[in-house]
Each structure stands twice: as structure tokens, then as C-alpha cells.
């Protein structure tokens, strides 16, 4: 799910997911999307979430069987406020971005007034 967009930021082409995509996340989209670039080793992509809440360090508890098999979910948290926040696995989210389909060549797409600003003009 989600596999083989790319955007460019700042004149580097890197694949992104959108998390909304890959969690079956049906509800309404957000009007302007959000990209957190993340990286993990040599290797950088893009996520493509509703709102950024801030960073914290936390105790990552383990999955259970229930979600054990939820691909780019890491584990859970409890969060100062008593609420559970899901923790992603970012080098599976990275290897999920950077999939493209099989017999497809990657597309380029534009997703909302975030991912445009980022993209560089085209000379005529």
C-alpha cells in the first residue's frame, strides 16, 4: 500500500507513504498534508501523516498478537496524558516507501498544498 510515490524536496527525489494509505485509515482526508521526512541508515522517505504532535521518549511496549502482523507498526505507548500513541517502525516504513509496483514505472504524485511547495519549477 502506498508504494512507489516520490516527491522531490529540495532537488532530491525520495519515496513516501502515506500512513492514512498503509493503516486502512478511511475517514475524511486532511485538507493539507503533512510530510515528515525520516531516516534511517543511508536511507531517507518521506510519511505522509494528518498532524504532527511533537517528539517525546517513551517505553515502547511489544505488539500483540492482534497487531503483530501490521506492517510499519512498531509497538505502543502511553503517553504522559494517559493516551495510547502508536510507535512506527521507521526502516519498515522507509522499505514500504521505497517498493515500487511490479511492471509499473514509480509515478510522481502531488499530494496537497505541501507536497506542490516542495516540488521544483519546470523550465519551459
Not at 517528539?55 to 496524558?81: A, D, N, R, W, Y
Amino acid at each position: 500500500p502506498g508504494a512507489g510515490r516520490y516527491l522531490n524536496l529540495r532537488g532530491e527525489v525520495l519515496p513516501y507513504v502515506r500512513l492514512r494509505d498503509l493503516f486502512d485509515d478511511d475517514t475524511a482526508a486532511v485538507r493539507r498534508e503533512k510530510v515528515l521526512v525520516v531516516r534511517y541508515g543511508g536511507h531517507k522517505a518521506g510519511l505522509a501523516v494528518d498532524r504532527l504532535l511533537g517528539e517525546c521518549q517513551t517505553v515502547v511496549k511489544p505488539l500483540g498478537k492482534v497487531f503483530g502482523q501490521t506492517p510499519g507498526l512498531g509497538g505502543f505507548t502511553i503517553l504522559g496524558s494517559g493516551e495510547v500513541a502508536m510507535v512506527l517502525d521507521v526502516p519498515r516504513l522507509i522499505q514500504l516507501a521505497g517498493e515500487a509496483p511490479q511492471h509499473h514505472a514509480p509515478r510522481r504524485e502531488t499530494a496537497g498544498e505541501t507536497l506542490k511547495g516542495l516540488q521544483q519549477p519546470q523550465a519551459a
